[in-house]
């Protein structure tokens, strides 16, 4: 079982920025796809950026791009999310999540991803 951790959100002003880091214990962190979600309704998520295991293939949800920048580090099994000219919008529990498998044409896929973290909440006032 791949354990899956977030941590860095809080409190910013809008037009600030957070950056969320997520560690993980996958023994192959290399070949995974690595994917932040947001959660915007009781057991509702949408995804917000995805990275695939080289880092070449990224995903961004339109309200985010050119605002978020999804990284890792393979060397230290985690992913980052670089969350910069915060809107209130961007509010809500963010959530690190796993596909092990790696691919890259199910990367948007909320069913993809096998092993999530327990979230770590975001709020951006205006």
């Known amino acids: 079982q791949v354990q899956v951790a977030e941590s860095g959100g809080g409190l910013a002003q809008a037009g600030g920025s957070l950056r969320l880091h997520c560690s993980t214990s996958?023994?192959?962190?290399?070949?995974?796809?690595m994917a932040w979600f947001r959660q915007v309704a009781e057991n509702q998520r949408e995804l917000v950026a995805a990275i695939n295991g080289n880092g070449r293939s990224t995903f961004y949800r339109d309200s985010v791009k050119g605002r978020f920048i999804i990284s890792r580090d393979n060397a230290k099994n985690t992913v980052d999310l670089q969350m910069n000219s915060l809107k209130p919008e961007d509010s809500g529990v963010y959530y690190c999540?796993?596909?092990?498998?790696?691919?890259?044409?199910?990367?948007?896929?909320?069913?993809?991803?096998?092993?999530w973290g327990q979230g770590t909440q975001v709020t951006v006032s205006s």
């Open positions: 999540a796993a596909d092990p498998r790696g691919e890259i044409a199910t990367m948007t896929w909320q069913t993809s991803y096998d092993h």
């Open positions: 996958g023994r192959s962190f290399s070949g995974y796809i």
